[in-house]
């Protein structure tokens, strides 16, 4: 069975980290593109970086661009989302995804269930 499993979100105070962790079963990361997706209370599902098949490209929503960084380890069948200096809006069920390189949900064909991340302030 293909599928994405996140781990690592969880609690933290403002200004903490957080290293979310995407693991691939049953699905081969090395010529798909990752992206982070998040969900807050009452919003849209929106973007939040995404890193090309080879690792080379990154991108990232503007919110973000400083505190986040997102990497993967192609051997490990893994992707990582490192969150650093953490703000209550940054609170948000976290999603991965696996497909093409873009900040367009619908380019992303596999999605794990997500992960909770809560920042207190």
């Known amino acids: 069975q293909v599928q994405l499993v996140e781990s690592g979100g969880g609690s933290v105070q403002a200004g903490g980290q957080l290293r979310l962790s995407c693991a691939a079963s049953?699905?081969?990361?090395?010529?798909?593109?990752m992206g982070w997706f998040r969900q807050a209370p009452g919003k849209e599902r929106e973007f939040v970086a995404a890193i090309h098949w080879s690792g080379g490209m990154t991108y990232y929503t503007n919110s973000v661009k400083g505190r986040f960084t997102i990497s993967r380890a192609s051997d490990e069948n893994r992707g990582y989302l490192q969150m650093n200096s953490l703000q209550p809006d940054d609170t948000a069920v976290y999603y991965c995804?696996?497909?093409?390189?873009?900040?367009?949900?619908?380019?992303?064909?596999?999605w794990g269930r997500g992960t909770q991340v809560t920042v207190a302030s």
């Open positions: 049953g699905h081969t990361f090395s010529h798909s593109a």
């Open positions: 995804a696996a497909g093409s390189y873009t900040d367009y949900q619908g380019a992303y064909e596999l």
